[in-house]
């Protein structure tokens, strides 16, 4: 299993849509967004370049995943490679897991030079917040990634690229992404598993501490996508 997760790193690192889509297009909305706002604050006094900063990681992270895991696993059935699998001594779980783990690795860049381009801005955090930041914000992409999982084995080859553009645009546009929530669209934010990941960082903030109810919520959505995704497995090898 170690040796199907190295692959398929390198695989994602050598994909140039995947350096486009998970750290150049984050990065260059990150600009947008400051020059926008012009190095003011947003919605509750929080400022816009640690605001978006988070947000465009976080965007960058879940394509990451999502676009990663799906797009490649309806490829790989497509060419008959995952029916090649089953027939070698790897376990099914092994092959799941093995893609969670490596989809949710590919995430590191994308929120590393995010931040990177935060600190350039001149956001100030200590050297615990920043290392913080990046292992909750890591820790959380596993979940997006057990998501892509299961949508790469929900539909069919054709279909999986604009049903995954379509989940990702949604939960991005309803999750903090590219604006605050604020109001009662909280009310419903808080069953989105983006807004749930945005809220994880709230602890750089002066007076607040970590989330403990978004962490929870996006442990149960944890839960609920790998089982998923370990179902439409199993139904996806009894129709091969």
């Not at 994909?15 to 947003?42: C, D, E, H, Q």
């Not at 990451?64 to 696993?73: E, F, H, K, M, P």
């Not at 931040?115 to 615990?128: K, S």
Request: charged share 10%; with cysteine.
């Amino acid at each position: 299993m170690i040796t199907l997760i190295r692959l398929e790193i390198l695989r994602s690192l050598r994909n140039r849509r995947y350096l486009f889509f998970t750290i150049l297009y984050p990065a260059l909305m990150y600009f947008f967004f400051v020059s926008v706002y012009k190095g003011g604050s947003v919605a509750g006094g929080v400022s816009a370049k640690s605001y978006f900063m988070v947000s465009m990681a976080t965007f960058g992270a879940v394509g990451a995943v999502l676009t990663g895991s799906a797009q490649r696993i309806s490829l790989e059935r497509k060419s008959g490679w995952v029916r090649q699998l089953r027939l070698t001594a790897l376990p099914g779980r092994a092959y799941t897991l093995a893609k969670i783990a490596s989809c949710a690795a590919t995430t590191l860049p994308a929120i590393v030079v995010v931040f990177a381009l935060g600190a350039v801005e001149g956001v100030r955090l200590g050297a615990g917040q920043w290392l913080g930041l990046v292992a909750v914000l890591w820790l959380g992409s596993f979940v997006f990634a057990a998501l892509g999982v299961a949508l790469g084995y929900a539909a069919e080859p054709s279909a999986v690229q604009p049903i995954v553009m379509i989940v990702y645009m949604l939960m991005a546009a309803f999750g903090g992404t590219w604006y605050p929530i604020s109001g009662s669209m909280r009310n419903f934010a808080r069953f989105n598993p983006v807004y749930l990941y945005n809220q994880l960082a709230g602890f750089i903030h002066p007076g607040n501490t970590l989330d403990a109810a978004a962490a929870a919520g996006l442990a149960g959505f944890l839960l609920v996508f790998v089982a998923a995704a370990a179902f439409l497995y199993r139904r996806d090898t009894k129709q091969a």
